[in-house]
């Protein structure tokens, strides 16, 4: 149920997102959720794409410096109270979030997440229980 | 003005006198070194069995110098003279390969350090109605300690406030009256510009002099501090392997440091051939120690670079002059008064295996003080994804860096391949501070 998210190193340099995003781009690699953390030299970027190992292999291949993440991806109502409900089922089962971020596209009346647990397999399965969503990596694919 | 002496008669004593008291000394420090087992060896193999075998100057070249790296080989007690009982004080550097040097000192060391310290500051015109605030580190560095032994000697009221912490430097200097203090040229630019900061004016202070050392600098930032503050500015030149503050200093003329010429043999050399040269010419110092009991260092290449100005100074002093120091024969670098070697951070650096061998350091100013930056690259297979590990390692590298070189460093994190790589260690340091060496 964890999806493969990409994080690549990049030094805070004019060009350099654009010449992660021509080089996806350029080989048919389509960004589904993304997200960067920065200071003030560096960031990391973090993206989900349809083709995961395929995007690492790239990347490395033109001197990225890339790693690979397991994360959560999750549906959530789109509607008032709708991630609230998702956090307290996270909360209560006394699992803490890494970060978040939302997905570039939503499908019908569902929000997606992407999340980074500290215990991502106890979050899945608490999810499961109280009936949310959880998104596969070929369901991303297919988005 | 007229000159003030500490000890006229010696600092006036007449070439020919000062000369035959050097050559006397030179060969009882001679005797002292054959004494450690540093120099028991070293100058047998140069035939220099005892110091009657100088007979005259001409024959100091028979005596092979003495470099920062064989102190290091000789640490802890290699150039220990006497007796550990009669040691009362070590001083050490720290070394660019993790082995520092050390500097031993007897009572009789310790007060012929402070007498020429105590000469030092009477040559600018101070005296015991001074109040003087000793703004330099305290502790294994011998800025502070050294000029404060001397203040005291000489009777001025001692404030011993150490580096750091503006705000109660400029407290100190209103509340007691400060006449006197000694800090780096950055610094004192620094604290002029918390005065307003702090709610003062000028005239709330009562600075007229101020001692500076530890850095390069040069006359225009001397000119700059003196019409800022409205005080005389004096250079002070030394180095922990000849004890420290005191070696040379200026006196009130304010042209050139005169060499305490009866406490150390000044020779300049040129850098490359070593050849000594001629008077006038620019070249590296070399210094001996001539009365050091505990620990005797002969033809010590201080890779400072500067030229020897014979003329005769107005003051009336008879020992020579040398020239603010114009730059260095190594790639020691000075960072707010501190010596760093950039060896010291590439140790560092490969110690760490999350980042790569390729590095720069690069030094600029902030305000008015010198800030360094190392500029690191991260290593791909290190990467695990996760930004707080990248923070982490940035202040794991701070962290070690500030216990090697005692600077707090700027660490950036870069991408493989993004710093140049540099096959000679020049290339490695980018400096970009303005004023640093030139005259």
Not at chain 1, 93 to 114: C, H, P, T, W
Not at chain 2, 260 to 289: F, H, K, M, N, Q
Not at chain 2, 302 to 329: F, N, P, Y
Request: hydrophobic share 40%; net charge neutral.
């Amino acid at each position: 149920m964890k999806i493969m998210q990409i994080s690549i190193f990049l030094e805070n340099r004019k060009g350099r997102l654009h010449e992660v995003t021509s080089l996806l781009g350029n080989n048919k690699i389509n960004i589904r959720a993304l997200n960067i953390a920065e200071t003030g030299d560096f960031g990391v970027m973090r993206l989900v794409v349809d083709k995961p190992q395929e995007a690492l292999a790239l990347l490395k291949s033109k001197n990225f410096v890339a790693s690979t993440t397991d994360i959560v991806a999750i549906e959530v109502a789109d509607k008032p109270g709708g991630l609230a409900e998702v956090l307290k089922t996270i909360t209560d089962n006394n699992v803490n979030i890494e970060y978040m971020y939302g997905f570039v596209e939503k499908r019908s009346d569902q929000a997606l997440l992407v999340f980074r647990f500290d215990n991502a397999d106890n979050a899945v399965a608490a999810l499961k229980q109280n009936g949310i969503k959880i998104v596969t990596e070929s369901e991303i694919k297919s988005l | 003005m007229s000159a003030v002496f500490w000890e006229k008669e010696v600092e006036t004593l007449c070439r020919e006198k000062l000369e035959a008291l050097q050559l006397q000394r030179l060969r009882a420090t001679i005797d002292q070194a054959l004494k450690t087992p540093f120099y028991k060896k070293r100058l047998s193999q140069a035939g220099v069995l005892s110091g009657n075998d100088i007979a005259s100057f001409g024959d100091v070249r028979k005596i092979p110098y003495t470099t920062k790296d064989d102190l290091r080989q000789g640490f802890p007690y290699g150039f220990l003279a006497v007796n550990t009982d009669d040691v009362i004080r070590l001083h050490t550097s720290s070394g660019t390969t993790g082995t520092p040097t050390a500097v031993y000192h007897t009572r009789d060391d310790i007060a012929r350090w402070a007498n020429l310290c105590a000469r030092s500051l009477a040559a600018t015109g101070a005296s015991q109605r001074d109040v003087f605030q000793n703004m330099m580190t305290y502790g294994l560095f011998t800025g502070g300690l050294g000029l404060h032994y001397g203040a005291e000697l000489l009777g001025m009221m001692v404030i011993p406030s150490g580096s750091g912490n503006t705000p109660r430097q400029l407290q100190l200097m209103r509340h007691f009256r400060t006449t006197a203090v000694h800090a780096t040229p950055s610094y004192l630019l620094h604290l002029f510009g918390e005065i307003e900061k702090e709610g003062l004016t000028l005239s709330d202070l009562c600075l007229t002099k101020a001692y500076v050392g530890a850095e390069p600098h040069s006359e225009g930032i001397r000119r700059k501090i003196e019409s800022l503050f409205g005080i005389d500015v004096y250079n002070s030149y030394g180095l922990s392997e000849m004890n420290g503050p005191g070696v040379a200093f200026e006196c009130i003329a304010k042209e050139c440091m005169h060499v305490w010429e009866d406490s150390y043999y000044a020779e300049i050399v040129d850098p490359g051939t070593l050849e000594a040269l001629g008077p006038g010419r620019e070249g590296e110092l070399v210094l001996t120690a001539l009365t050091r009991q505990a620990t005797p260092i002969l033809r010590y290449r201080t890779r400072d670079l500067t030229v020897i100005e014979e003329g005769q100074c107005a003051c009336g002093r008879t020992h020579r002059r040398i020239a603010r120091i114009k730059g260095r024969s190594d790639d020691m670098i000075i960072v707010n008064g501190v010596n760093i070697f950039p060896s010291q951070i590439e140790a560092v650096l490969m110690r760490v295996p999350e980042v790569g061998t390729n590095y720069q350091i690069y030094l600029d100013k902030q305000a008015s003080l010198d800030r360094l930056t190392v500029k690191t690259e991260v290593a791909p297979e290190a990467f695990t994804g996760e930004f707080v590990a990248l923070e982490k390692l940035r202040n794991h590298l701070k962290h070690l860096l500030k216990s090697e070189i005692l600077v707090n460093p700027v660490v950036e994190l870069h991408e493989p391949g993004a710093l140049p790589v540099s096959t000679g260690k020049a290339v490695r340091v980018v400096d970009q501070r303005n004023e640093a060496y030139c005259g």
